[in-house]
């Protein structure tokens, strides 16, 4: 059994370290077309973060990395004592963040789409161009709380029971949005999942209570200034979208002729 086990694992982590290649070499583009700082919008928040003086652990918040995003401050400030540079900091972490969401959804989707219908899965979330507009926003805790959620999949489908109930905790101490995602998620397969009831709703309460917790002091000042962000519009998006529509039309019929998952 174990010599039948041990090539299939080699040629999942083959694929997945492939992924996870293909993801790093695309998002390092941007350093060789436009210098050493290509990246815009939240760049700065962690900039500053990080080079601020380090008077605790996790350090002190600052705009963009308040106290409710503990995890990624606990994560560069681990990185500090590696005695990095700044950027080394900054854009190492991106690029592992953003290196690992196609190799997760690989190891997720495969025991569904089969190999390659998982790695053609990760190939595409890979060259997503609507992903790419997010990448360039340098929105480092959205591509951290990715990567977890994507592990809560993972951990979910495969009763992985400690790693879910730290997913429950790391995952509202790191992004607001993807904590609210990851609760829907629960709240639906509750709804459609009868075997599983009691054990999802005992994530949903501790996740929910933590959240809760956290955001509370949050309710009053959204009553007094509304959040204001950057969202893609309709037709950028259609723009951007627009090479995967052409090769969905076109690959139709490979699809079907080579029984693709």
């Not at 829907?184 to 075997?195: E, Y």
Request: charged share 15%; with cysteine.
């Amino acid at each position: 059994m174990q010599e039948s086990l041990a090539p299939e694992a080699r040629k999942t982590l083959l694929l997945g370290g492939l992924l996870a290649l293909t993801s790093l070499l695309l998002h390092s583009v941007p350093f060789f077309l436009f210098g050493k700082h290509p990246l815009g919008y939240d760049t700065g928040f962690y900039r500053r973060y990080v080079i601020e003086p380090l008077v605790s652990f996790p350090n002190t918040p600052v705009p963009g990395l308040g106290s409710d995003a503990l995890l990624p401050r606990i994560v560069l400030d681990t990185l500090r004592f590696l005695h990095l540079p700044t950027d080394g900091i900054l854009y190492g972490a991106y690029f592992v963040f953003w290196a690992l969401v196609p190799a997760l959804l690989f190891l997720f989707l495969k025991p569904y789409l089969q190999k390659r219908g998982a790695f053609i899965a990760g190939i595409l979330i890979a060259f997503s161009s609507v992903a790419y507009m997010g990448y360039w926003y340098f929105l480092l805790k959205n591509a951290l709380a990715l990567d977890v959620l994507l592990l809560a999949c993972i951990a979910i489908e495969r009763r992985w029971i400690w790693l879910w109930f730290f997913i429950d905790i790391a995952l509202v101490l790191s992004h607001k949005t993807s904590a609210i995602i990851y609760l829907l998620t629960l709240g639906i397969l509750f709804v459609v999942s009868h075997r599983r009831r009691k054990e999802l709703a005992l994530h949903i309460a501790l996740a929910g209570f933590l959240f809760t917790l956290i955001n509370a002091p949050t309710v009053r000042e959204l009553t007094v200034v509304l959040p204001s962000a950057v969202f893609l519009d309709w037709h950028t998006y259609f723009i951007l979208s627009l090479p995967f529509l052409i090769a969905i039309t076109l690959g139709v019929r490979a699809f079907w002729k080579y029984k693709i998952p």
